[in-house]
C-alpha cells in the first residue's frame, strides 16, 4: 500500500482483515496527507427523505455529463454501509440533538447528506483513528517516511516498488499487489487547499509502469479558500458553512451566485466577479453562522486576524481535487496486473468531471 490518507489506511485494514500482509509506505507524516486536512464530511443517503437515486442523479449532474454512472452508483449504493463501518471501527460522527446522525447540507447535494466528525475536522478525525488501528494491526507494517520511487514490473506484471528512505540506500519490497493511494496533484497549482506533497506522485509511478492514465485535464477548484498574505492563503472554508448560511458577496456587497450551486458553478462565478472587479477576494459573509461549530475553522481565522463575527473573510478559488488518475476499474485494478489504485489517485469515471462535495471521503 502506497499512502496513508483515509484511502490507504481504510483498504490497508480491510487487507489485512481478510489475511493479506501488508506493508503501508507512506512519504510523510500523517498530518501532511490530504485527507488530514479534509474539512468536508462523507456523503451517504440516511436521511428518511433522501434516496440511494437523489445521491446519484445529484452525483452524475454535477460530474457534467462526464461521470460513469455505474460506478457512481456504486458509491451512492455504498456509502452507508462504509459509514457504518466506520463507525464500528471506532470513528465517532457528530450527532444531533436527538442523538441521531447530523446531516449537513453542502454545494449540489439535493437534500441533508453530509456526515461529519469534530464539524469540519471529519479528515482528522478518520486518518487518526484508522491509523491507530493500522499501527496496531499486526498484520500491517508501516514503513515511513519512506517515498517510493519506482514500480517494478516483471513480465507486464507489477511485483513491487523501490522506495527511498530520508537518509541511506533505497530498498525494494516485492509484492503480489500494489495499491496506489496516493492522492492527487492540486498542489502542483499555484493556490491549492492541498498540503504541498500533493503533486502527483502516484500518477508518475503509475504512467512509468506503464499504466494508463483518464481525465487528467479535469482539475477542481474549491470556491472558498481563503485569501492571505502568509502561510495560510488557500485555507478551506468547508461549503458545509455555506450549507449552514453563510452567503458569497461583491466589493459592492451584493450577492452574485446560488451559494449552494454545485462548486464549479460557484468557483466560475467567483473567478468571473473578480476579472469584472479587478479584486483579489470576494467575501464570505458567515456572520449569521455558529462558527463555534467549525472550531479548526474558527481557530485558522482567528490566526490571520478575522473575526468571523465582525468581518467578512476574504475568499477566492483554489485548486483542490484531481478528478483524473490511474485508469482503475470498480475494484481498483489499474490497465497494469497486479497494481491498483484507490481514492484521490484513482480515476474510475464516479466523478466525472467535477466531483459533488463530500463524495471524496465517501
Ligand atoms: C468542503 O468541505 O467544502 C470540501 C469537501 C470536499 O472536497 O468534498
Redesign the pocket.
Known amino acids: 500500500m502506497v499512502g496513508a490518507g483515509a484511502a490507504g489506511l481504510y483498504a490497508a485494514l480491510v487487507a489485512a482483515g481478510t489475511g493479506a500482509r501488508v506493508a503501508l509506505i507512506s512519504r510523510s507524516p500523517l498530518a501532511q496527507t490530504a485527507s488530514y486536512w ?4 462523507i456523503a451517504a443517503a440516511l436521511a428518511a427523505d433522501d434516496s440511494v437515486e437523489r445521491h446519484l442523479d445529484d452525483t452524475l449532474a454535477a460530474g457534467r455529463a462526464m461521470a460513469h454512472a455505474s460506478a457512481a452508483r456504486v458509491l451512492c449504493e455504498e456509502s452507508p454501509g462504509r459509514v457504518g463501518d466506520l463507525q464500528e471501527l471506532g470513528v465517532s460522527f457528530d450527532a444531533d440533538r436527538g442523538g441521531d446522525l447530523a446531516l449537513g447540507l ?2 449540489g447535494h439535493s437534500r441533508r447528506r453530509v456526515v461529519h466528525a469534530g464539524g ?1 475536522a471529519t479528515g482528522r478525525r478518520i486518518t487518526r483513528d484508522l491509523s491507530a488501528l493500522a499501527a496496531t494491526d499486526e498484520r500491517i507494517d508501516v514503513l515511513e517516511p519512506l517515498a517510493a520511487s519506482s514500480l517494478a514490473t516483471h513480465n507486464g506484471r507489477c511485483v513491487g516498488l523501490i522506495a527511498r528512505p530520508r537518509r541511506g540506500d533505497p530498498v525494494g519490497v516485492l509484492a503480489r499487489a500494489v495499491v496506489l493511494a496516493t492522492g492527487g496533484m492540486a498542489a502542483l497549482w499555484e493556490r491549492s487547499t492541498n498540503p504541498r506533497g500533493a503533486i502527483g506522485a502516484g500518477l508518475s509511478l503509475a504512467h512509468g509502469a506503464g499504466a494508463d492514465l483518464a481525465d487528467l485535464e479535469f482539475m477542481q477548484f ?1 470556491p ?1 479558500a481563503v485569501r492571505h498574505d502568509g502561510p495560510r492563503d488557500g485555507f ?5 458553512v455555506r450549507g449552514e448560511g453563510a452567503t458569497l458577496v461583491n466589493a459592492a456587497g451584493e450577492r452574485f451566485v446560488d451559494e449552494l450551486a454545485p ?1 464549479d458553478q460557484v468557483a466560475l462565478a467567483i473567478e468571473a466577479e473578480l476579472e469584472r472587479s479587478g479584486e483579489r477576494a470576494v467575501g464570505l459573509d458567515v456572520r449569521g453562522v455558529e462558527m463555534d461549530r467549525f472550531p479548526n475553522i474558527a481557530a485558522v481565522l482567528e490566526e490571520v486576524g478575522i473575526d468571523p463575527r465582525r468581518d467578512l473573510v476574504p475568499v477566492a478559488p483554489a485548486a ?2 484531481t478528478m483524473g488518475g490511474v485508469a482503475a476499474d470498480l475494484d481498483g485494478r489499474s490497465s497494469v496486473p497486479g497494481l491498483y489504485a484507490v481514492g484521490e489517485s484513482a480515476c474510475s469515471g464516479l466523478h466525472g468531471a467535477n ?7 465517501a
Do not use: D, F, W
Not at 479534509?38 to 464530511?41: D, K, Y
Not at 466531483?355 to 471521503?361: F, G, P, T, Y
Open positions: 479534509a474539512q468536508g464530511g453542502e454545494g469540519a474549491h472558498t478551506l472554508i468547508t461549503e458545509a462548486r483542490h481535487y466531483r459533488l462535495a463530500s463524495n471524496s471521503l
